[in-house]
Nanobody
């Protein structure tokens, strides 16, 4: 089992920045690709950014150029730096991790609220 704990959310004004963290614990060896997702009220959960085990990152068009995802493998922590935040970035942000082992599935954190005021 893998446990994921997010932190770093909060209230920020439009144009501001936030850094989200996702600390992993448990069966670290089994973690594969990781990512950040978000879900706004009344909307489906969507991928924000992902990072492969090899460090290759991908971003949703909505945050491309405003966000950076990276990992500190020594600290078993993944980060998402978001800049020039917009009110439409308001959502609960979730950390996600795949399990490398076939058929095991994936893991989710409990989420952290990001609210961007205009």
């Amino acid at each position: 089992q893998v446990q994921l704990v997010e932190s770093g959310g909060g209230l920020v004004q439009a144009g501001g920045s936030l850094r989200l963290s996702c600390a992993a614990s448990g069966s670290i060896f089994s973690i594969g690709n990781m990512g950040w997702y978000r879900q706004a009220p009344g909307k489906k959960r969507e991928m924000v950014a992902s990072i492969s085990t090899g460090g290759i990152s991908k971003y949703a068009d909505s945050v491309l150029g405003r966000s950076t995802i990276w990992k500190n493998n020594a600290k078993n922590t993944m980060f998402l730096q978001m800049r020039n935040l917009k009110p439409e970035d308001t959502a609960v942000y979730y950390c996600n991790a795949d399990d490398r082992r076939v058929g095991v599935g994936e893991y989710w954190g409990q989420g952290t609220q990001v609210t961007v005021s205009s």
